[in-house]
């Protein structure tokens, strides 16, 4: 079992990791980290490497969980992320059948980070035609039990078991210059 990070559109070595999972396990319940990629992604441009970022507010300060983290309405994020890919990508082939998966991304309203990270990792999933069940991961400390709930559907249980053991993986690299 590999546990992952949330990330906004999750780089190449991630997804490579990810899909060679039969269940992977996404981590959402665990404190924010600021600078990491479950906000940011880096997309190469003609200018060399963009990183772009998703503005977030931590609504419980520094103890904030990941799964609690809301996006930041205040800055025009969604404009400048999907001119950012426009610019850089618009004269590649198939980038107009590509980015009808990306536009309810940018065009949608997303109150919290993870819903945003989910419907990326869905959308970077149907553009490679793979279909995955992805789990959460709740760890209840005083029962010491662990709980797996759908990604897209928190409140619903799956599994409980007593013991299991974690991997944590993430890695830099982009998988939006692919597109």
Avoid at 37 to 66: D, F, I, Q, W
Avoid at 68 to 75: L, P
Wanted: glycine residues 2%; positive net charge.
């Amino acid at each position: 079992m590999t546990l992952f990070t949330t990330a906004y559109f999750p780089s190449i070595s991630y997804m490579a990791r990810f899909l060679t999972e039969d269940e992977p396990f996404v981590e959402i319940w665990e404190t924010y980290h600021k600078q990491t990629y479950r906000n940011r992604c880096r997309v190469m441009t003609a200018n060399g490497v963009e990183s772009l970022s998703v503005p977030v507010v931590k609504v419980n300060g520094n103890h904030t969980m990941t799964k609690d983290m809301t996006i930041s309405t205040i800055e025009p994020w969604q404009h400048i992320h999907s001119r950012c890919l426009e610019s850089a990508y618009k004269a590649a082939p198939y980038f107009d059948h590509y980015y009808d998966y990306l536009r309810p991304i940018f065009e949608g309203h997303f109150e919290r980070l993870i819903d945003l990270n989910d419907a990326a990792l869905q959308a970077v999933l149907k553009m490679l035609k793979v279909k995955k069940e992805i789990v959460t991961l709740q760890i209840t400390s005083a029962r010491r039990r662990t709980t797996y709930a759908k990604l897209s559907a928190p409140k619903r249980l799956l599994k409980t078991t007593h013991s299991q053991s974690i991997t944590k993986f993430s890695a830099p690299s982009s998988l939006l210059h692919l597109i």
